[in-house]
Structure formats: C-alpha cells, structure tokens
C-alpha cells in the first residue's frame, strides 16, 4: 500500500482514475487475415478502452464538455439511447461522476450489455415496440418524453453532438497517424452515427493527408442512400439518418451483409486468434474483398469492440442459424472460399450495392 504521505516524493505511474486509461488503444498488425503480404494492415483496437469499446471516447467527451460549459451540474440526469456500447460507456462516466444516467434501449439490445449497464448503475428503459417501424425513431421519442418529465435531465445526443467525432478526431486517428507517421493509404470505419468516422476524415484533411476513407456500412441501412431492411447485427448502420451523419461523404461506401460480419469475426479468430464484434467482422470483410486493389498500400480498420459481447450471437452456431439462417457448415464454406462480398451475395441472392460515391478501383 502506498503511504498518501510519502506520495508527493514517490514516482508512481498510475492513472488518475478509470477515464484517464480511455485512448492509448493498441494497432496491431494484422499479417495473416487477408494471406496477402503485399498489403499492409492495420487494426485499431478500441476495445482496450475501460468501457470495452470506441464509445468511451465520445462518452467522456461529451458529459466533460458539459460539464466545462454549465450544461449538466452534479445533479443532473443523464439520459440517451442506445444499443449497448454507448450506454455502456455513459454509466461508466456517469459512475465516475456520481450522475443519474437513464439508458433507452429496444428489445434488441443484447443482455450481457443491458447487465453491464445496470451494473454500472444505469436505470434502463426498454422500448418494445417500433415507431414507424423503426426502434430508433421508438428510443428517441422515449427520450424526448423522459426528458419532458424529469427535471435538470440532459440528452447528450450521440447523434448529433459535434463532441462525437471531436472526440475521435483528436484522439482515435491522431493515434493511429502517429504511430504510421502519417503513412497511411486507406482507412476502413464502420458507420451507424458516424461519429467515428467523421472525426477520423476530418483530422486528415485538415493534415492533407491523401488517405482514401472508406466507409462500411449494413446492407439495410438508410445511410448514405440506402435503402431500409431488416439489421440484426448491432453498431452497423442505422434506420433513420442521424444529424452527425446529414450531407456527409466518403471516398466510398460498401455495405456489408450479415454473413460477411459473421464471417469477419470467425475468420479473425482461426487467423489471428482474437475474438472481435459484429461491425468489426463486416469492416476486415470489405479489407479482404478489396485486397486485389491494395497491393502496396498501408491499411488500418478501427476495430469498435470485442467479441466477448457476441458469444451468444455472432459466435454461436445455433443463433447464427436461428436468427440469420445460415448453417454452421455454410459459414464455414464461406471461410475456406476465396468469396468476395459480392460473390458471396450473389451466391445467395442478395442485390449488391456498389459504393454510392466514388468506385475505389479509380484510385
């Protein structure tokens, strides 16, 4: 045990508090995903946050930036929706700092998050039924009612609060440019509020750096012109277009099925020996369809979370086929073929989408 009265002559390295370990995430280098030494890749792995995934940099962000300018006070209730990661890192932070935090979730939210969350000593409040058939419209009413009926209640809108990206801006993809030294070619994030990548684009440009950002986004997803469809794998796409998402471009789009992020996240297991969630797989997916265009390039994928939160979906056979209809075997065709996306859409007569922007192979 450390004597407080020696510690001001001690040289003790140690973070003050839980929040000061969020950010400093490894990149590790991926050499066996794609089997193709040619490309270099690179993943950003958020999951070694505290909270377990990307999402706790924007949660701090957001409820410190309140903080800074009068929004919230030590009696304030925070309240947001979420499908888990979020709200996971909200009552973290709202933990830390002694604040109520209400999370909003639907039914689809996965148990193990919800536990998390009330373990934190979050309050949830499950909506059950779609809005205009979409849970998310659902959630947000809810929220707008809680706020309405709870005094000195915040939202702090994930969807639209510029301290979303912000966060990544002047975190997540400072680090991984850094640690390229500004040498990298192609950035491949996941898409839902995206906040990610908007704050990754953002810190490029501003850089001139040349890299071509590629978004990943679900297959029934309205972003980006999509068209709305059924998702069932959580933190990829969204039903309706959130504020931070309005009006924004990439150098791509490719959309990405359920079997290809049950596929990524199976694959990264029997090659690298690292278990990765739902988004991820979709995200290294689209990496090794592209792979014969990025001989010589240096690649990074933000990796969101772990897989840990998945062993009950994505990583189970039995819900795999329950829920996506997909056999154990026909997964497992599909990791021993040379399947690209589209192939393997087609394979099952799925419509192919190719990037709504600019096609890759141009560059």
Same mark, same amino acid.
């Given at each position: 045990?450390?004597?407080?009265?020696?510690?001001?002559?001690?040289?003790?390295?140690?973070?003050?508090?839980?929040?000061?370990?969020?950010?400093?995430?490894?990149?590790?280098?991926?050499?066996?995903?794609?089997?193709?030494?040619?490309?270099?890749? %690179?993943?950003?792995?958020?999951?070694?946050?505290?909270?377990?995934? @990307?999402?706790?940099?924007?949660?701090?962000? /957001?409820?410190?930036?309140?903080?800074?300018?009068?929004?919230?006070? $030590?009696?304030?209730?925070?309240?947001? +929706?979420? $499908?888990?990661? *979020?709200?996971?890192?909200?009552?973290?932070?709202?933990?830390?700092?002694?604040?109520?935090?209400?999370?909003?979730?639907?039914?689809? @939210?996965?148990?193990?998050?919800? @536990?998390? *969350?009330?373990?934190?000593?979050?309050?949830?409040? /499950?909506?059950?039924?779609?809005?205009?058939?979409?849970? !998310?419209?659902?959630? !947000?009413?809810?929220?707008?009612?809680? !706020?309405?009926?709870?005094?000195?209640?915040?939202?702090?809108?994930?969807?639209?609060?510029?301290?979303?990206?912000?966060?990544?801006?002047?975190?997540?993809?400072?680090?991984?440019?850094?640690?390229?030294?500004?040498?990298?070619?192609?950035?491949?994030?996941?898409?839902?509020?995206?906040?990610?990548?908007?704050?990754?684009?953002?810190?490029?440009?501003?850089? #001139?750096?040349?890299?071509?950002?590629?978004?990943?986004?679900? /297959?029934? +997803?309205?972003?980006?012109?999509?068209?709305?469809?059924?998702?069932?794998?959580?933190?990829? #796409?969204?039903?309706?277009?959130?504020?931070? @998402?309005?009006?924004?471009?990439?150098?791509?789009?490719?959309?990405?099925?359920?079997?290809?992020?049950?596929?990524?996240?199976?694959? *990264?297991?029997?090659?690298?020996? /690292?278990?990765?969630?739902? +988004?991820?797989?979709?995200?290294?997916?689209?990496?090794?369809? *592209?792979?014969?265009?990025?001989?010589?390039?240096?690649?990074?994928?933000?990796?969101?979370?772990?897989?840990?939160?998945?062993?009950?979906?994505?990583?189970?056979?039995?819900?795999?086929?329950?829920?996506?209809?997909?056999?154990?075997?026909?997964?497992?065709?599909?990791?021993?073929?040379?399947?690209?996306?589209?192939?393997?859409?087609?394979?099952?007569?799925?419509?192919?989408?190719?990037?709504?922007? $600019?096609?890759?192979?141009? %560059?």
């Amino acid at each position: 045990m450390i004597d407080n009265r020696k510690s001001t002559v001690l040289k003790v390295q140690a973070q003050e508090g839980v929040l000061e370990t969020i950010g400093s995430t490894p990149l590790i280098r991926l050499r066996r995903y794609l089997g193709s030494p040619d490309v270099a890749l %690179f993943a950003k792995m958020e999951c070694y946050n505290p909270g377990g995934s @990307a999402k706790d940099r924007p949660s701090r962000a /957001m409820i410190e930036e309140a903080f800074n300018t009068g929004e919230i006070n $030590s009696n304030t209730t925070i309240i947001e +929706s979420s $499908s888990g990661n *979020m709200g996971i890192g909200l009552a973290q932070v709202c933990r830390y700092y002694g604040l109520p935090f209400i999370c909003v979730v639907d039914v689809r @939210a996965q148990p193990q998050n919800i @536990a998390i *969350m009330k373990a934190l000593g979050a309050e949830i409040e /499950m909506v059950t039924e779609p809005l205009e058939g979409d849970f !998310l419209k659902a959630r !947000l009413a809810k929220v707008k009612s809680l !706020l309405e009926t709870i005094p000195e209640s915040f939202w702090p809108n994930q969807y639209g609060n510029r301290h979303n990206p912000g966060a990544h801006e002047n975190g997540t993809i400072k680090e991984i440019d850094e640690a390229l030294d500004g040498q990298l070619d192609y950035l491949f994030v996941a898409t839902s509020s995206t906040g990610t990548i908007r704050g990754c684009r953002d810190y490029l440009r501003k850089r #001139g750096r040349k890299t071509k950002i590629v978004a990943v986004d679900a /297959m029934g +997803s309205v972003l980006f012109g999509g068209t709305a469809g059924e998702r069932r794998i959580p933190g990829l #796409g969204a039903g309706n277009v959130p504020e931070l @998402a309005e009006g924004q471009q990439f150098d791509a789009v490719r959309r990405v099925s359920e079997l290809d992020c049950v596929s990524g996240c199976w694959r *990264m297991v029997q090659k690298e020996a /690292m278990l990765v969630g739902g +988004s991820a797989g979709g995200v290294l997916e689209t990496v090794r369809a *592209m792979k014969h265009e990025l001989h010589d390039k240096i690649c990074a994928v933000i990796l969101h979370d772990s897989g840990t939160r998945y062993l009950n979906t994505i990583f189970s056979p039995e819900w795999v086929k329950s829920q996506l209809g997909y056999t154990e075997s026909e997964v497992q065709q599909r990791l021993e073929s040379n399947l690209c996306i589209d192939c393997g859409l087609r394979d099952r007569g799925f419509a192919f989408h190719p990037p709504q922007y $600019s096609d890759l192979s141009q %560059f």
